[in-house]
């Protein structure tokens, strides 16, 4: 990489939401160590938390936050000034053996209105505060693949 390519991010403010772990986790990785200040959305307390005190505190920050709660995405995004977006909620299930219908909503809670949610209130914002910057939406190769764990 080039030298310009490396201060890309150096004191921009990255939003990574829904994945403290796994991508989540090594894209806040990533950008901080390209000098981002990165904000950790997530619901999982431990893993955030951890992942900040992995990375460090001056450069890393998590907050509580489920996407699947259109309010309480927003309040950070009205408060974050922010350059990029890294959109990552997914909540798997490993087989529809066991789908109920209150999982089947959990899933689509995340997976589809969080993440249209979340790019909604990303745009509006940075629209409103005129910032130039990405957002970005991915997914675990996962959800493209199938499971030979319940076949026969």
């Known amino acids: ?5 490396l201060k890309k991010l150096e004191g921009k403010v990255a939003i990574v939401t829904s994945d403290a772990s796994s991508i989540g986790e090594e894209t806040a990785r990533c950008f901080s160590s ?15 938390r ?5 990375i460090g ?6 907050i509580c936050c489920d996407v699947a709660d259109e309010q ?4 950070i995004i009205s408060w974050t000034s922010f350059t990029a977006m890294l959109e990552c909620s997914v909540l798997s299930n ?14 689509f809670a995340i997976n589809a209105k969080g993440v249209a949610s979340c790019v909604k209130h990303g ?3 940075m629209v409103d505060k005129d910032i130039k910057g990405s957002i970005i939406c991915t997914a675990n190769i ?11």
Do not use: P
């Open 94 to 107: 490993k087989t529809f053996l066991i789908l109920t219908c209150r999982l089947s909503s959990a899933i």
């Open 142 to 152: 996962a959800a493209t693949i199938g499971s030979d764990e319940y076949i026969d």
């Open 123 to 125: 745009a509006r914002t």
């Open 50 to 54: 951890d992942l900040v005190e992995s």
């Open 1 to 5: 990489m080039t030298n310009s390519a």
């Open 57 to 62: 505190s001056c450069c890393c920050t998590y």
């Open 34 to 48: 390209h000098d981002a200040k990165v904000v950790i959305a997530d619901i999982q307390d431990e893993k955030g």
């Open 72 to 75: 309480q995405f927003n309040c």
